[in-house]
């Protein structure tokens, strides 16, 4: 079956250091994938998509590389900052279209001072 | 802000009984898309609506229905709730079917207690 896997496990760093989250995929061929971030109590908010056939996508201190061979995507925040502190979530599309996403479980960044 | 507004943001019921959750899309999106958020859990998928028609469902039963209206207004309705029907349920709107690169706009969701 179809399986997303984020690490459950939270994330803790320290500002200035680059923060990296893990998305792993199996039985899935995706079109895109997406990046959102969610804090509590609020609904996700989009950060970023990539193609299959990009490797790499960036904006601002947010970078995303897929890797299709691996079915996996990394998330780097640099140089983060308390403000970042939320839940991040993956989804794959398949259709290319966003007409069904399907998320992992996410992954909770806390960055301290 | 998103542009996407859900009604009410929080909801008591009781098992057995029958809920509406209301949600009002971005201005100029033509597709809004339900999601169910359990406790430590991604969204999940339930429906999809085009242009007043549903466009894909997710696994959940008959019970879950929805609505689109002409203004792009939305409808959630859950009927003979049960205890694991506690959830944050998302509303999502995006610009339309056939568009590349498409992303969401979520609201900030109605939280759902069955008790």
């Known amino acids: 079956s179809q399986k997303i896997e984020q690490n459950s496990e939270a994330l803790n760093i320290q500002e200035g250091k680059t923060a990296t989250l893990t998305c792993n995929y199996t039985?899935?061929?995706?079109?895109?994938l997406q990046w959102y971030r969610q804090d509590p109590g609020r609904g996700p908010v989009f950060l970023l998509l990539?193609?299959?056939?990009?490797k790499e996508k960036r904006k601002e201190r947010l970078k995303v590389t897929f890797d299709t061979t691996l079915k996996q995507s990394l998330f780097h925040i640099t140089a983060s900052q308390p403000a970042d502190s939320a839940t991040y979530l993956c989804?794959?599309?398949?259709?290319?279209?966003?007409?069904?996403?399907?998320f992992g479980t996410g992954t909770r960044l806390q960055v301290t001072l | 802000e998103t542009g996407v507004t859900q009604s009410p943001t929080h909801l008591i019921k009781t098992r057995g009984q029958q809920v509406t959750l209301r949600c009002s899309s971005q201005?100029?999106?033509?597709?809004v898309s339900w999601y169910q958020q359990a406790l430590g859990q991604g969204p999940q998928f339930i429906f999809q609506?085009?242009?007043?028609?549903?466009?894909g469902r997710g696994n959940f039963p008959p019970r879950f229905s929805g609505l689109q209206f002409p203004n792009y207004s939305s409808e959630l309705n859950v009927n003979a709730l049960e205890l694991d029907d506690s959830a944050l349920y998302l509303c999502?709107?995006?610009?339309?079917?056939?568009?590349?690169?498409?992303?969401?706009?979520f609201g900030s969701g109605t939280q759902l207690s069955v008790l």
């Open positions: 609506y085009y242009r007043e028609e549903e466009n």
């Open positions: 990539i193609r299959e056939n990009e």
């Open positions: 989804a794959l599309d398949s259709t290319g279209t966003a007409s069904k996403l399907t």
């Open positions: 039985n899935y061929s995706p079109a895109y």
């Open positions: 201005s100029g999106h033509n597709t």
């Open positions: 999502a709107s995006s610009l339309g079917m056939g568009v590349s690169n498409e992303k969401l706009f």
